[in-house]
C-alpha cells in the first residue's frame, strides 16, 4: 500500500516553490516613475504637443522626434527598444486595447504606496505617505540579501532619496544609492569620481531626486565592477518632468531611458556573468491622469491613475509580446523577481501576490 502512495506522490505535478528554475542567475529591475502607459503603447499623445497642456518649448523639434501618423510608428519612435527588442523577444503587460490591463492594488496613486506593493508584493494601507519612515515590511530585494547565494550581491541605485526608507537599508545593510549623495566605492573608479564631481556641479532643480543620467551610470559602474545578482535601477524623472508640465522634456527622458536600457541589455550581453542568464524587468510605480489638465498629476482622486505596465525580458520569457487576456496587479512583481530567480518569495511573506503568469 506505502508503495503506491509512493508511486502516486511522484506523479503529481512539482510544486511552484520546488521547481528547478530555469536560466535566469541575475535580475535587473527598472522603473521609470510615473510613466504613463498611454505613452508605452500609443507614443506621444497629440492633445500634449502644444505650449499650453504640454509646456512644449520646442514644438516642431518635439514632433520631428516623436510625431508619426501611427500610434505603431509613435511608440517605435518614442521607445524603440520596448518596440524593437523586448516586444518581440519579450512580454509587455498593460494594453488595455488587449484586455490587458495592469493595475494598482493601493489606492493611492503616488509612489511610496506604489514601490512598496511593487517590492513587497501587496498593497499596505498603513503606507499612506511619501514620508521617510522604514518601511515595516520585508521587501524582495531584502529577502533576496539574507540568502547565502545573494548575500552583498544586490543592490539598488535610485535618484530619489526615500529610497533607502521603503528598502529600510538602515536596518538591514543593504546597498542602496539614493538622490544626491555622493557615490561611495574602495577604491572610487575614476568615471564614479567624475560623476561625484558632475553632482557638486550640477543644478540641484529637484532636491530629493537627482538626474537619471547619474543614477544610470552609477549603477552600470556598479553593474561593471562589482557584478551584482540583482540590481534595481529606480529612475525619476518622468515623474519629475510630469509634475512640471513639460510634455517634451518628459518623453525626451522616456526616450534617453530607452536608449540606456537598450546599451545596458547590449553590454550585459556581452559581459560572461550575465550573457544568456539575466533578466530585465522594467515597470513603473503607478499611472497619472489621462486629460489636457490632470496629465501632470497622480494620487487617489485621479481617475486612471491606477494603471500601470509591466514589461519582461530574459531567457526564461518566452517572446510572447504583448499579452492579450490577461489582467495583472503590481503586487505580482515582487514574487516575479524571485521566481526568475528559481526563488519563492511568498514562503517567507505570505500576503504576497502570485508571480506573473509569463507562460501560457
Ligand atoms: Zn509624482
Redesign the pocket.
Known amino acids: 500500500m506505502r508503495r503506491f502512495l509512493l508511486l502516486f506522490l511522484l506523479l503529481l505535478p512539482v510544486p511552484q516553490s520546488a521547481r528547478a528554475h530555469g536560466k535566469t542567475e541575475n535580475v535587473i529591475v527598472v522603473t521609470l516613475?510615473?510613466f504613463r502607459w498611454q505613452e508605452l503603447f500609443t507614443g506621444a499623445d497629440e492633445t500634449l504637443l502644444d505650449k499650453k497642456s504640454g509646456g512644449v518649448r520646442d514644438l516642431e523639434g518635439l514632433k520631428e522626434r516623436f510625431w508619426r501618423k501611427s500610434a505603431d510608428e509613435r511608440r517605435q519612435a518614442l521607445l524603440p527598444f520596448f518596440w524593437d527588442t523586448i516586444a518581440v523577444k519579450g512580454q509587455i503587460f498593460g494594453d488595455p486595447s488587449r484586455k490587458a490591463v495592469s493595475k494598482l492594488n493601493n489606492g493611492l496613486k503616488?509612489?511610496y504606496p506604489g514601490y512598496n506593493e511593487m517590492f513587497c508584493g501587496f498593497a499596505d494601507p498603513k503606507i499612506d505617505s511619501n514620508d521617510k519612515k522604514p518601511n515595516p515590511n520585508l521587501s524582495v530585494l531584502e529577502f533576496l540579501n539574507d540568502k547565502p547565494a545573494y548575500k552583498n550581491r544586490v543592490a539598488a541605485f535610485c535618484t530619489w532619496d526615500v529610497f533607502p526608507s521603503i528598502f529600510r537599508s538602515k536596518q538591514n545593510g543593504l546597498l542602496v544609492h539614493a538622490g544626491w549623495t555622493m557615490i561611495k566605492d574602495k577604491p572610487l573608479g575614476p568615471r564614479q569620481q567624475f560623476l561625484n564631481e558632475m553632482m557638486d556641479q550640477l543644478p540641484r532643480y529637484w532636491p530629493g531626486n537627482v538626474f537619471d543620467t547619474i543614477t544610470q551610470e552609477a549603477a552600470r559602474e556598479h553593474i561593471l565592477r562589482h557584478k551584482p545578482r540583482v540590481l534595481y535601477l529606480g529612475l525619476g524623472e518622468t515623474?519629475?518632468w510630469?509634475?512640471g508640465r513639460r510634455y517634451d522634456l518628459y518623453l525626451d527622458a522616456a526616450n534617453k531611458n530607452d536608449r540606456y536600457l537598450k546599451d545596458l541589455w547590449e553590454t550585459l550581453q556581452k559581459t560572461p556573468e550575465y550573457a544568456g542568464k539575466t533578466s530585465l524587468l522594467i515597470t513603473t510605480d503607478?499611472g497619472r491622469g489621462s486629460t489636457r489638465v490632470n496629465w501632470t498629476d497622480?494620487g487617489k482622486d485621479v481617475p486612471g491613475a491606477e494603471y500601470i505596465w509591466i514589461a519582461v525580458l530574459g531567457p526564461d520569457t518566452p517572446g510572447l509580446g504583448v499579452r492579450a487576456d490577461v489582467e495583472t496587479t503590481q503586487a505580482q512583481v515582487a514574487a516575479t523577481i524571485a521566481q526568475l530567480l528559481g526563488e519563492d518569495f511568498r514562503a517567507a511573506s505570505p500576503k504576497a501576490a502570485a508571480p506573473l503568469p509569463m507562460v501560457k
Do not use: A, L, N
Open positions: 516613475d510615473g503616488f509612489s515623474d519629475e510630469g509634475h503607478h497622480h
